[in-house]
């Protein structure tokens, strides 16, 4: 099992980046796909999730991040906009077969990461 996430960079305060998880994932559709994002020093924190059970936010993102997903491409997404310098972090796409979760020991696959900046 592979995913793959791609799409981070180097982006103004208030600019927008759209993340993309290509996963090798041959039931793709029964999969719940993630976003966590982790900075030096601390924790994997919970971006948004999308599955069966619903979609969800973190409320530090909500209202500026929308996780979306195509089966038919075996890829989810997250795009994110107003982007602020403290969104700065490498972000992780990860999937698990249970419902959306937050925490991150729940999930059973993990993509690479990349890194997203955020200059002020």
């Known amino acids: 099992v592979q995913l793959q996430a791609s799409g981070g960079g180097l982006v103004q305060a208030g600019g927008s980046l759209r993340l993309s998880c290509a996963a090798s994932l041959r039931t793709f559709s029964t999969y719940s796909m993630a976003w966590f994002r982790q900075t030096p020093g601390k924790e994997r924190e919970f971006v948004a999730g999308?599955?069966?059970?619903?979609?969800d936010y973190a409320d530090s993102v909500k209202g500026r991040v929308t996780i979306s997903r195509d089966n038919a491409k075996n890829t989810a997404y997250l795009q994110m906009n107003s982007l602020k310098p403290e969104d700065t972090a490498v972000y992780y796409c990860a999937a698990r077969l249970g419902r959306v979760s937050t925490w991150a020991d729940n999930y059973d696959h993990w993509g690479q990461g990349t890194q997203v900046t955020v200059s002020s």
């Open positions: 999308t599955g069966w059970s619903g979609i």
